[in-house]
């Protein structure tokens, strides 16, 4: 099981992890319902490097993003979902505030990940490959947006 942190135990962590010549991928994302996609997703980015760490949206967050009715299952159950996961190896909850190019710089430059790995329907990949880049890492897709699996069609097929 993957280790949640709090946001201000990463800096210390990523540290750690490079004096260990670890390479770290971070993934950012809602992660609600972990469906299929998603498992397959956190398989395919943890391939690209020693350590995966996985950000998650706040609650608040995932309503701006996906609307009122989301997220289905609240922040901490997104944690301990996406920790149960073989891939994961550390958890942690995104600041309140994480939406702008800054919120995203401040986070890169924290962890200083070797990948960013997202999917190919990721918002802003020019910023984000931009970013990363400027910290010495690459942005790297790892899977391709499946439309016929998402935890919006899902949420549709429960009704």
């Known amino acids: 099981m993957a280790i949640i942190l709090t946001f201000s135990k990463l800096h210390s962590l990523s540290n750690q992890l490079h004096n260990q010549n670890k390479s770290i991928v971070l993934v950012t994302g809602v992660f609600d319902l972990l469906h299929q996609a998603h498992r397959d997703f956190l398989f395919r980015a943890k391939k690209t490097g020693d350590v995966l760490m996985v950000g998650l949206e706040r609650d608040e967050r995932v ?5 009122p009715n989301r997220p289905h299952d609240p922040l901490d159950v997104r944690l301990q979902k996406v920790a149960t996961h073989q ?4 958890v942690f909850a995104l600041p309140q505030a994480f939406h702008t190019s800054t919120d995203y710089e ?3 430059a924290l962890i200083l990940p070797a990948v960013y790995a ?13 970013i990363t880049q400027r910290y010495g890492g690459r942005l790297q897709i790892v899977k391709q947006h499946d439309k016929q699996i998402s935890t919006t069609q899902l949420l549709k097929q429960e009704k």
Do not use: M, T
């Open 87 to 90: 891939a994961v190896d550390y």
């Open 106 to 108: 401040n986070l890169i």
């Open 118 to 130: 997202v999917s190919s329907h990721s918002p802003h990949l020019d910023k984000k490959l931009q």
């Open 63 to 67: 309503r701006i993003l996906k609307g």
